[in-house]
Nanobody, 124 residues
Framework: QVQLVESGGGWVQAGDSLRLSCAVS????????LGWFRQVPGKEREFVAG???????SYTDSVKGRFTISRDNAKITVYLQMNNLNSEDTAVYYC??????????????????WGQGTQVTVSS
């Protein structure tokens, strides 16, 4: 497992942008695929975006064209640029690591390390 620490959440208005960051550390952390999930109270954790070690990208349909995931392998950091936010994006956002470096898994059960989460609130 690796350790992940998210930052960059906050309160914004609809149409605004935010960039989330996730610093990854630990043994062999550079070999992981990374993903962003989000969760609202009473609902299951939802896949948002993922990026494999080689850069393969996946997005859930509701964020395509608005969110961009990227990673800096030198800094071992993954980012989620979120543009044109709306109230339905309000959630706690979690960064996660998957030791299967070749894929971008959509299920939370495939990820074995999680950050503590960062709150994103979008006011309409």
């Amino acid at each position: 497992q690796v350790q992940l620490v998210e930052s960059g959440g906050g309160w914004v208005q609809a149409g605004d942008s935010l960039r989330l960051s996730c610093a990854v550390s630990g043994r062999t952390c550079s070999g992981y695929s990374l993903g962003w999930f989000r969760q609202v109270p009473g609902k299951e954790r939802e896949f948002v975006a993922g990026i494999s070690w080689r850069g393969t990208l996946s997005y859930t349909d509701s964020v395509k064209g608005r969110f961009t995931i990227s990673r800096d392998n030198a800094k071992i950091t993954v980012y989620l640029q979120m543009n044109n936010l709306n109230s339905e994006d309000t959630a706690v956002y979690y960064c996660a690591a998957d030791p299967a470096r070749w894929r971008t898994a959509l299920s939370a059960t495939e990820y074995d390390s999680w950050g503590q989460g960062t709150q994103v609130t979008v006011s309409s």
